[in-house]
């Protein structure tokens, strides 16, 4: 199966062409076809021998099965299903059946948010249509809190992105006056029980980061909205923890020694997936993120369960975070044992 992103919105658009029994497509005008539809979509262009390999997949085994075949007309050869046959019509197997029904599962954690009504009603469909059982026992938990300030934006914010429309924004940041913007939204992140909003800003002309619980209101805006051609959001996150990053930063090769204690737990559960293990019997790993505020508070979660070999710039910034820590506790001692 192909590996480019968006494969299952190509396979609709084919499906559609192949279907077409009053125009005959060859391969060049399955790429138009499929480009223009990915084009308005706001999603990159693909290549010919991407579709090649899209209908490939579709007739294999592993994918659909399509009667694809090729006919020749005058000096040149078009692609159409030899009988009625659709890949949205075709039948679910069990295992997909078995699939579905881990998935519903997994979608029950959302009750109780504000965006859960679409779910529920979607949760109802697949009970009905396909049998798959919906009940209200919820054997999967998820850390989620539903109380958590931005989340009554999180529905809307997730209907603009997916439409496309570009939206006005007030924002309260810390200890400072509100502001108003124009974002337009491209990406939605959670990390560390926290959404954030990944947009245009109109006002810095430059991609921003926005704390969903520092929004105060958000409202459709009647400017044009500006399509995301420049960032792909995987990659993007690809070289951090987190979501804030700087400019122009690049991944550092970070070198940490974990305690005998605490390595299978790292081993376990990797910082990033970048990590290797450098020696087992010293505890020493490595990861390759760019520096942000995110890993250094994951460093200094593991307190004295780690320490960082190199590169020197991020053992001062914790050495220094450490100090200052130390210096408040030790202010409070001395505190506590003066005599009067």
Known sequence: MSEVKHPLTRYRILDRCLNDRQRRYNIDDLLEACNDKLELLCIVPVSKRQIYSDLEYMKSDEGFKAPIKSYQYGTRK??????????????????????????????????????????????????????????????????????????????????YTLKHMAISVVYKPYNKDEVAWTIHPYYLKQYNNRWFLLGWNEMYD????????????????????????????????NNIIGVSIEEKAVPTEIVLQFSKNRLPYVLSKPLHHSQSLVDEEKGIVAIKVVPNKELLSQILWFGDDVEIISPEAIREQISKKIELMSKKYLDVKQDCTTSY
């Open 206 to 237: 430059d991609l921003s980061i926005v704390p969903l619980d520092r929004i105060q209101l958000v409202e459709q805006s009647d400017k044009k909205f500006r399509p995301n051609r420049n960032v792909d959001f995987d990659q993007y996150f």
């Open 78 to 159: 078009y692609l159409r299903y030899s009988h009625d046959f659709s890949i949205m019509a075709t039948p679910i197997s069990e295992t997909e059946l078995s699939q579905l029904q881990v998935a519903v599962s997994s979608l029950q954690k959302y009750r109780g948010l504000p965006f859960y009504d679409w779910i529920d009603e979607l949760l109802t469909k697949l009970q009905f249509r396909l049998g798959i059982r919906h009940d209200d026992e919820n054997i999967i938990g998820f850390e989620q809190n539903k109380d958590m300030i931005g989340l009554r934006f999180l529905s809307d914010i997730i209907n």
